[in-house]
């Protein structure tokens, strides 16, 4: 009997020390570009807000945004709420735009190529996947856009947000900050304050846009933040699946990702938007390490529009993030699904708001967190139904996995109901992962850590099925490597 | 001058005054409370916790406190009697914050212990110096100004060993000409293997005149102790009710605490669970009947500190007319507490479209082995068995009660006192035919 | 007692019933068959007032009155009864408690007296009999973790219970065995009378043998394309649904 327990208790030392393992695996998106970078100094003030206007030759209206934007900023203070170790950022020690420099008008610099090559995203045409059109924005500016021209041809319009702003001016200015406007919370106005480049989709009327968008960032240079911004409007009956990836070098120091995407759906049109999340987590204990304070939101602003928010998140020292649907057309469909991954000394801190505006609108959550090593991991949500948003549903399904006893996973869900004719539902649970499982695999010959990938992957399953083919390949991969180790 | 500070400038203009008439087991927790307050503010709408309810517009009427305890020219005992057969409880009353013990309440208690507060400090010091205020957090404004102003109040306590067979009865009045506020005070202290059954009725006599109740109930559970709580309100719509239960489990103990709000004005119950012994388990239930603009509000926290328990929570909720609801949960399970189970239900139907819910249940979880889970649902009666209703002749009004009266059964059904969850089936179907309104005095031994 | 004259009726915007005609007098059995889609359902389904269902024409008198004005309530305190293909399970609500409101509102409707517990709960002992229905099922919450012959059965127990002047037996046999088939169906053979009235909905002819029908009419694209006797669901279970298919197609 002592026997018995010996091994009992043996085996779930072996276990933990492969679990402990897996917080030893190495980021593999960590090195660094060798390249000619033009920065801006450290330090936040008007003049570097005119400045990065000025680098980009922006119109008067933007500027004065900008600077609107940065007085707002001004009087806010960082956000305490998350369940986050956030420290104080001083914002003074971030360069808040860095280029690579460029060698030549309309050339990338080979060692760019083979960076992005590196990463497995294809600038070259030919290379390309089929079926793909790619933003590659480095640091602060877009790199890159494969296929414009092609698209130009359906009339979609797919550059960096930089040349759009030159090239369709009044499309940008109709529709950005309509969304999330610099008021909406202390990230937003420092975005809206310094934003650099980032992505804008036009989809116009009835065009189903043939190939799926993506926008890929890296951040290169060091003590350097991020602040990229998307917009992405969808005309009356159009669509368009986007999606974005993003990794960061390895380094010691914290560095600043603060983005803002927004994305505008009229009537009956649909987006579907994709995240696979890499930045650089930081290292076992914790060290450097991206801060990703990301401000997403879509508006379904047509009848019967729809917008699909899929996330995987595996990477960053710090999550906050809550890609949202405003459902103000009538029978407009938001979702949400994500994976949310945390090890090591990760945190996250995520989910989403639905806000039913319009009548029979509907809704569909699904959260799956996994946490592991001595990380925290919280799902974080708003459901609310406005009084006159009769006919509404919303199903919420939060679940999460704990992988250490370590680790931590909470569920904070806020629902708000003003009508009678509409029905809410959400369930969440939590648990450990399941140790008959790991035994049944073990019993066909499968090693706890593939059992436990196994496992993970099939818990993950549900939002894994909603990411476009090639993506899912990817997300699962990464689920998987990030998994190397961390069995339980 | 915000609501606090009338009653911090009360408490220091009448200090004398209401330390020499309340028993030094209180008057030795006022100085932490003074001081918990100096910095407080009421929480506003809005705020963490507090979606849906204002702390500072409940405090803000110029609420009279009866610091002289004056004593009120009626006998409670006589204005209510409990004379319905097969409840037979010990009775004790409460007529705003002045408790009154009749030597006939004392008959049958099987050794335990109920004193006033006062009559306590006397007979048992060790068991307040132990534990009265031990509990309530005084980080919370409202419980620290209880603790401030806290004159008398009632301590049950359940040595070792005794088991009470009668369930304990405590009827709580609530009566003034005058805009008021009374601030009570319960103490439960079981000890090892003690067993105790107590049913609070919480009633306001008259209309008219806006009335607040403000408590703080402190439950100690001991080693394989026994306690159901069973909180009735049945006050009115003028009645505000901020109440504030600590309790605090030892290993192998047993806590049912059941909320029921059939009639009210405004109402925030807080429950805060501590714990501290494993095999403990905690059931809280609660279920609310609300219409009209009756406003119920509910805050639950469990805190489980050890490995191997279970929590159970259901709310329940049924809403009409212009009627707010809200329940804010949180279940936390500490580092280090394998084996714990917790699950937490809130269950809402909203029948009316201008009723209102706001439901916020949380999990905080850093132990893997764990089962936590937690379900809320908001909507309405199902269309379906509507139909199939009528069809066998039943009138949409028939099926409508039936299935409201079907949606709170389970809640009832967990209530361990045969002759009270029967009461409460009666209780609850005279609340959805309307006719409870008419009802007066005690609901229990209603007429 | 019944007579429908060019009954339309939608679900969800499709039309399913496009002009159904049937009279049923006092005493007699019809049998209503038809394949899968054939619109059997929503003919129960209209008849009793599903607000799911829309009338987009024609007319339904019951006794003289307008069935299709009255609220389903009413339709049952006139006399009508549906037993449900798949009965819905109503927990927390006792089969008791049910059947005491159901009994008491249509009396109340008729201008008699309430009936007294004890004349209920006796009403109810006799009416169980009749289905062989076990005491702890009518103490239990009405169809909640029933089987389904035990839903069945129950809702025979309700027929029984509400004494209907017009039955409408709506795929009864789906699902029962055949023990369970033979009790439902001596229950409803043992509520016949000169006075009342049943339709038999069926896809099979196998209820046929039990409960014994005067006429049968196939129902087929939402019109009764077949009228005839007994006879005609002896035929159709020898050629099959394909032979009507190739008749009206």
Not at chain 1, 340 to 363: F, P, V, W, Y
Not at chain 1, 414 to 435: L, P, Q, R
Request: charged content about 25%.
């Amino acid at each position: 009997m002592k026997n018995q327990q010996d091994k009992t208790n043996n085996k779930a030392k072996q276990q933990d020390d492969i679990l402990r393992n897996a917080v030893d695996e190495e980021y593999k998106y960590g090195f660094v570009t060798d390249i000619d970078t033009n920065v801006i100094p450290k330090g936040l003030n008007e003049d570097v807000v005119r400045q990065i206007s000025a680098l980009k030759n922006e119109p008067e209206w933007l500027l004065e945004f900008r600077l609107k934007a940065f007085r707002h900023w001004q009087t806010l203070r960082q956000p305490s709420w998350g369940h986050l170790h956030l420290p104080e950022i001083d914002y003074q020690d971030i360069s808040y735009y860095a280029a690579p420099r460029k060698k030549k008008e309309g050339e990338i610099d080979p060692e760019l190529m083979e960076t992005f090559d590196k990463l497995g995203i294809p600038l070259q045409e030919r290379k390309a996947l089929s079926g793909m059109a790619v933003d590659a924005i480095m640091d602060s500016v877009s790199v890159r856009t494969t296929y414009s021209e092609r698209l130009a041809e359906l009339g979609v319009i797919f550059c960096p947000i930089s040349e759009a702003v030159r090239d369709y001016p009044d499309l940008v200015r109709k529709y950005l900050g309509k969304v999330v406007p610099y008021t909406d919370n202390f990230f937003a106005a420092l975005n809206s304050a310094v934003f650099s480049d980032g992505s804008f989709v036009y989809i116009p009327k009835g065009v189903r846009c043939p190939m799926e968008l993506s926008s890929y960032f890296r951040i290169n240079a060091a003590q350097t933040g991020q602040f990229e911004r998307t917009l992405i409007v969808a005309d009356d009956d159009a669509y368009v699946s986007y999606l974005e990836g993003c990794t960061a070098p390895m380094r010691d120091e914290n560095q600043l990702h603060a983005a803002i995407v927004e994305i505008i759906v009229e009537d009956r049109a649909e987006v579907k938007y994709s995240t696979v999340q890499n930045w650089y987590p930081g290292d076992k204990d914790g060290k450097g390490g991206i801060y990703n304070l990301v401000t997403k939101r879509g508006l379904c602003r047509g009848d019967h529009s729809k917008i699909s928010w899929t996330q995987v998140e595996t990477g960053s020292a710090i999550t906050w993030k809550y890609p949202s649907c405003i459902l103000k057309g009538d029978y407009s469909v938001g979702e949400f699904y994500s994976v949310a991954l945390t090890r090591n000394r990760q945190e996250a801190d995520t989910g989403t708001k639905m806000i039913h505006l319009g009548k029979n609108t509907r809704s569909t959550i699904v959260s799956k967190g996994i946490s592991a090593g001595y990380s925290q991991n919280s799902y974080r949500g708003l459901v609310r139904v406005a009084p006159q948003a009769t006919g509404c549903r919303n199903y919420t399904q939060c679940d999460s996995l704990l992988l250490s006893d370590t680790s931590g996973a909470h569920t904070f869900p806020v629902i708000e109901v003003g009508n009678d004719s509409s029905i809410v539902e959400h369930e969440a649970t939590t648990s450990k992962i399941n140790e008959d499982q790991i035994f049944y695999c073990n019993q066909r010959g499968i090693k706890t850590e593939d059992a436990v990938a196994l496992i993970v992957n099939g818990y993950a399953d549900e939002v894994m099925t909603k990411l476009p083919m090639e993506f899912a390949v990817e997300a699962r991969r990464l689920l998987s490597v990030s998994l190397e180790g961390s069995v339980g | 001058m915000n609501a606090l500070e009338q009653y911090i400038g009360l408490y220091r203009e009448y200090r004398e005054v209401v330390e020499r008439n309340a028993p030094a087991a209180l008057n030795a927790l006022r100085p932490a409370a003074l001081d918990a307050l100096a910095t407080a503010r009421l929480p506003r709408k809005g705020q963490e916790d507090y979606e849906a309810i204002d702390m500072e517009a409940i405090f803000a009427p110029d609420y009279g406190v009866n610091v002289t305890r004056l004593d009120y020219d009626i006998d409670p005992t006589e204005s209510f009697r409990c004379d319905v057969p097969n409840l037979s409880t010990c009775l004790f009353h409460t007529y705003n914050d002045v408790p009154h013990i009749s030597a006939t309440s004392r008959r049958n208690l099987d050794g335990v212990v109920v004193e006033t507060l006062t009559e306590a400090t006397a007979n048992h010091p060790d068991v307040l110096a132990g534990h009265l205020g031990r509990l309530a957090r005084l980080d919370d404004p409202t419980v620290a100004l209880n603790t401030l102003l806290a004159q008398d109040g009632l301590l049950v306590y359940v040595p070792d060993g005794v088991s009470a067979s009668k369930p304990i009865q405590l009827l709580n009045i609530l009566s003034a000409a005058h805009p008021t506020m009374v601030v009570r005070r319960l103490l439960v202290v079981a000890g090892k293997n003690a067993h105790v059954r107590l049913l609070a009725c919480d009633h306001t006599q008259g209309s008219g005149t806006q009335v607040l109740n403000l408590q703080v109930i402190e439950v100690v559970a001991g080693r394989n102790a026994t306690v159901d709580f069973y909180d009735l309100e049945e006050s009115g719509t003028d009645t505000s009710r901020v109440s504030s239960l600590f309790v605090e489990q030892h290993e192998g103990s047993s806590v049912l605490v059941d909320g029921i709000t059939l009639m009210n004005g405004i109402t925030r119950n807080n429950s805060h669970v501590q714990v501290v012994g494993e095999h403990a388990s905690t059931e809280l239930l609660g279920m609310t009947i609300a219409s009209g603009h009756q406003h119920v509000d509910t805050r639950s926290f469990v805190s489980h500190n050890v490995p191997r328990c279970t929590s159970n929570q259901m709310f329940k909720y049924v809403l009409a007319d212009e009627a707010i609801g809200a329940f804010a949960g949180k279940v936390l399970i500490k580092e280090g507490c394998p084996r714990v189970e917790a699950y937490q239900g809130n269950r809402n139907l909203c029948a009316s479209p201008s009723a209102r819910m706001y439901t916020k249940p949380q999990l905080e979880i850093y132990t893997d082995d764990v089962k936590a889970s937690h379900g809320t649902t908001i909507g309405q009666l199902d269309e379906e068995a509507m139909f199939y209703m009528r069809t066998r002749g039943v009138s949409q009004e028939s099926a409508r009660r039936l299935l409201m009266q079907a949606f709170m059964s389970d809640v009832i059904d967990g209530v361990r006192l045969d002759v009270l969850r029967d009461r409460l089936h009666y209780l609850v179907e005279k609340r959805f035919d309307g006719t409870l309104a008419a009802c007066t005095g005690c609901a229990i031994c209603g007429k | 007692m019944l007579e429908i004259k060019d009954l339309c009726a939608s679900v969800e915007g499709k039309e399913i019933l496009k002009g159904v005609n049937l009279t049923v007098r006092p005493g007699e059995v019809h049998a209503i068959m038809g394949p899968n889609g054939s619109g059997k359902s929503t003919l129960s389904a209209v008849l009793t007032g599903n607000p799911a269902y829309t009338v987009t024409g024609g007319s339904v008198q019951f006794y003289g009155k307008d069935l299709l004005a009255l609220s389903p309530e009413d339709r049952a305190h006139e006399g009508l009864f549906l037993s449900f293909q798949y009965p819905v399970e109503i927990p927390g609500v006792s089969m008791v408690n049910f059947m005491k409101v159901a009994v008491n509102e249509k009396r109340k409707y008729l201008g008699l007296k309430e009936l007294s517990a004890s004349e209920f709960l006796k009403l109810m002992r006799e009416k169980r009999a009749v289905v062989e229905l076990d005491n702890k099922l009518a103490s239990r919450a009405v169809n909640e973790g029933f089987s389904g012959g035990e839903k069945k059965r129950n809702e025979i127990f309700q027929m029984a219970m509400l004494e209907p002047r017009l039955s409408i037996l709506d795929e009864t046999d789906s699902g029962l065995d055949i023990d369970a088939l033979r009790i439902v169906a001596s229950g409803v053979n043992r509520l016949k009378s000169q006075d009342n009235a049943t339709i038999v909905i069926t896809h099979y002819q196998r209820l046929l043998d039990y409960i014994k029908p005067d006429f049968v009419h196939i129902l087929y694209k939402g019109r009764i394309v077949m009228s005839a006797g007994p006879e005609l669901a002896l035929e159709l279970e020898e050629k099959g649904y394909d032979w009507i298919k190739q008749n009206n197609d």
